[in-house]
Every structure is written in C-alpha cells, then in structure tokens.
C-alpha cells in the first residue's frame, strides 16, 4: 500500500513539474530581455524578470539584442511565468540551463530592475560588470531605459 502511495505521489509531482518548468522553441527576439517561443503552435512573448535591457535608438540595443540570441534563438527554453500583463509574459527563462536573466546582466547588456528583482545574484553579476566595464558599463554615463523613455518623450 505505501509503495502505492510513493508511486502515485512521485507521478503526481513529476507532473507538477513537468508544468511548471516548460520547454518551448525561441522563436524571435524582439530585444535584450523580450523573446517569442511558440506555445501550442501560436506565439508567446516573454519579458526576462528583474532586467531592462535597453530600448531601440539606445547604445548598446544592437548588442544585448544580439547576446540574447546568441543564447536563446532557435533553441529550446525552460521558463516559468512568473506574471503577467495583457500584452506579455515574465518569465525566469533558462537557455541550455543558462538563466538568461544573469547572462545578460553578466555581459553588461541589461540594468537590473532593483525596485521589484527578487534575486540577489542580479545584483552581485551587476556590480561584478560595472567593475568590469563590460557592454554597456564602458559608457561614462549609462541611462537606464526607464530614464531614457522618459528623455525620448520630452
């Protein structure tokens, strides 16, 4: 009887977390923290969590745009939403087992978005890029993109 219980049990959370953790096709990358999979054959924009990557006509578009399909395009992804809004989907998204959020921090080619980031590895990878001045922390003056929305409209 108890191995009946551990065997259903198992089988129950295997398929908790076959759920949670769903791998889907890359698809498009539209900039350094957005990215479209195909979920049941239709798309599905993700938006990485914690980061900004920065916004078209911003230095550095081009490059972080580049990084994150240089890790993601064409491959599959693990991701779990972890909210949502009408338009998209955030989401911890893994490339090859690579957390795509700490890979662009890393490289320097996203800010980390402090006011909501619930993990503090964003924050070490981040001053471990201002220091090495990697991507966009070789600039003298780096505007994060809610800064520079701001400055575009006035």
């Given amino acids: 009887m108890k191995k009946n219980v551990s065997l259903i049990i198992g089988l129950l959370l295997s398929l908790f977390i ?6 889907e096709p890359v698809v498009g990358i ?3 923290d957005t990215l ?3 979920k049941d054959h ?9 980061i900004d990557a920065p916004v078209t006509r911003q230095p550095y578009y081009q490059a972080s745009r580049k990084s994150l399909s240089m890790l993601c395009m064409n491959k ?4 779990e939403i972890i909210d949502s809004t009408a338009n998209q989907h955030i989401a911890i998204v893994k ?16 800010w980390v978005s402090e006011k909501n980031c619930r993990d503090d590895e964003l924050m070490t990878l981040q001053k471990q890029a201002k220091e090495k001045q990697s991507g966009l922390w070789k600039q003298k003056y780096s505007v994060p993109p809610s800064k520079f929305r701001g400055k575009a409209l006035h």
Avoid at 18 to 23: E, G, P
Avoid at 42 to 50: D, E, G, M, N, T
């Fill in 18 to 23: 076959a759920h949670l953790a769903q791998a």
């Fill in 30 to 32: 539209t900039s350094g």
């Fill in 36 to 38: 479209t999979i195909l």
């Fill in 42 to 50: 239709k798309p599905l924009i993700l938006r990485l969590a914690y």
């Fill in 76 to 79: 599959n992804v693990v991701y």
């Fill in 95 to 110: 490339c090859n087992g690579t957390n795509a959020s700490h890979a662009q921090i890393k490289q320097g080619y996203a």
